[in-house]
């Protein structure tokens, strides 16, 4: 006669959710291990590029490569202060996939973000603190520190360590940057407001 053994039944919903949460620590295992391995050929990745292009760069602790180019004399850029950018985003390649000119080369609104708080990806709060306002530079960012095995738009591949050219055009603190915020809403509220007028006061 033929045995059947009954290796596992999930009877109850403990053990069903003891099951999935150890499916889920093996899966972020993996995850991590694929991630530690991706941060070893992005630094080859970078550090080849530097060697080749005979670049200069340091390395922050989170794994970024900074070339100072200009330090700049103003004030330092720290984590918790706002920062404001002028940026080209570039693949190691050449290809630009962002920049913050327009095709006359010239700057348009540079990007603010906060020194380590969510908003700008992290190599940039990696690297930023290596300048003064007025500085300028690259960044050499690993996909762990950009946009990771996600990629990003049609440029940017999974896995993929991007540079950026940067110039830091103004540094404040978070007080200097709630009032030029609120300043900046309250203008733009009352031009709203102004243009309301006028077409009521057309109809």
């Known amino acids: 006669s033929t045995r059947f053994k009954i290796v596992d039944v999930l009877t109850n919903q403990a053990d069903a959710e003891k099951a999935n949460e150890e499916l889920r620590s093996r899966m972020m295992k993996a995850d991590s291990l694929a991630m530690e391995k991706q941060k070893v050929l992005d630094e080859a990745t970078i550090k080849d590029y530097l060697a080749k292009n005979n670049i200069k760069a340091e390395r922050t602790p989170e794994g970024t490569y900074v070339e100072v180019t200009n330090q700049g004399t103003g004030p330092k850029v720290e984590p918790g202060k706002a920062v404001s950018v002028l940026y080209k985003g570039m693949?190691?390649?050449?290809?630009?996939?962002?920049?913050?000119?327009?095709?006359?080369?010239?700057?348009?609104?540079?990007?603010?973000?906060?020194?380590?708080?969510?908003?700008?990806?992290?190599?940039?709060?990696?690297g930023m603190v290596y300048f003064n306002e007025g500085g300028s530079g690259r960044l050499f960012i690993p996909s762990a520190r950009a946009y990771g095995s996600r990629g990003a738009g049609q440029d940017i591949a999974p896995n993929t360590p991007i540079m950026f050219e940067v110039t830091i055009t103004k540094v404040?603190?978070?007080?200097?940057?709630?009032?030029?915020?609120?300043?900046?809403?309250?203008?733009?509220?009352?031009?709203?407001?102004?243009?309301?007028?006028?077409?009521?006061?057309?109809?």
Do not use: C
Request: hydrophobic share 25%; glycine share 8%.
């Open 91 to 126: 693949l190691l390649g050449g290809k630009i996939f962002d920049e913050s000119y327009d095709s006359t080369g010239a700057p348009k609104d540079p990007f603010t973000f906060v020194v380590g708080a969510p908003g700008a990806i992290e190599g940039w709060s990696d």
């Open 172 to 203: 404040q603190n978070q007080d200097e940057y709630q009032k030029e915020m609120a300043a900046r809403q309250k203008k733009l509220e009352e031009e709203h407001q102004k243009q309301l007028k006028e077409q009521q006061q057309k109809k």
